[in-house]
């Protein structure tokens, strides 16, 4: 606001016709002032109305906003930042930009989990941008039209009680003919690209049988993976799929009473994803945004911020995602399929939603 105002004082300081020795004065000090408040900000870029850039972030706001807070500061970009909510997340925010595909007000989409951006992109909503910060991620974390690009990754595994004496599910079918069970609802969040993974690897129907036997024995379906940790935290489910992020975070609560079973080979990776809006208002500052985003030192910075966040790149973790076995080989063995992941939800989604209904 202090530019736009010092932006209209230089304008009409420069539209006077044959100054006079006052006006020349005025306009003197009037310079004089303007350079003293520049040097009295911090040393950070110069931010300027072509510098806001307008952020859609499903990332949860506790790790999503001092990152965004650097960004600003490296980049002199202002962003102005819209959030989800965590039973509606990344689902909330692509049915905004969908509502807005006809009058864009976002630029960027900066998401938790890619399921959305994914059914985005298939919709003509994201605008396509390789970014070069972006050319060491993995191939199969990127788009390969440049519709997308992934920066840091959750795993989806089993969690159960230590002190329940249960013996350590060694991949999802153990879970079958348990009681007591519980995911989070599949039809927002990661648990939607969890579904939708397993549909492209093992097929659709043999999705569906499967959680047709987790529904004969009360798989509970709960609004969130923070939820899903909490109840098996508490006793009152013995198992649980979640994200590595909320395992840790409730194992920070809880002490050391949580577990995980050892990565199995179907284990879905649920990449961050970042993405360009078609007609973004603002499209250079968009992609100045995505460059920052993408760079190989805000992805370590969103892996030590934001507990479970695994790096796409060779790059340290925590020593606490360090301990989990097998955890850190993941990025590089995971499948390039997420290209099938959008069909494979739409075949998919309304039974499994009629599945869970009746369980």
Known sequence: MNEDRESRMEDRVATLKMPSFRSSIFYLLSSLLLLLAGCHRSAAPARSASNRVVLYCSVDDVYAKPIIQDVEKKTG??????????????????????AERNRPQGDVFWSSALLQTLLLKREGLLQAYQSPAAQDIPPAFKDPQGAWTGMGARARLIVFHKQNGLRPPRSLQDLIGVHGTGISNPQFGSASDWVAALAARWGVEKTLNYFRSLSRNGVRSLPGNSVVAEKVAHGELQYGVTDTDDFLEQSHRTGTILTLSPPAPNTVLVPVSVAMLKGAPHPEAARKLIDALCAPAIEQELVMKMPGVLPLRSQSVPKEVAAIKGITQLASSAPNDTAR???????????????????
Not at 78 to 98: C, V
Not at 341 to 354: F, K, S, T, V
Request: overall charge neutral.
């Open 77 to 98: 970009l202002r962003i102005d930042t819209l959030y989800d909510t965590e039973a509606a997340k990344t689902a909330g925010l692509a049915n905004r930009i969908r």
């Open 341 to 359: 992941w959008p069909a494979a939800w739409d075949a998919i989604r309304d039974p499994l939603a009629q599945i869970l209904l009746n369980s």
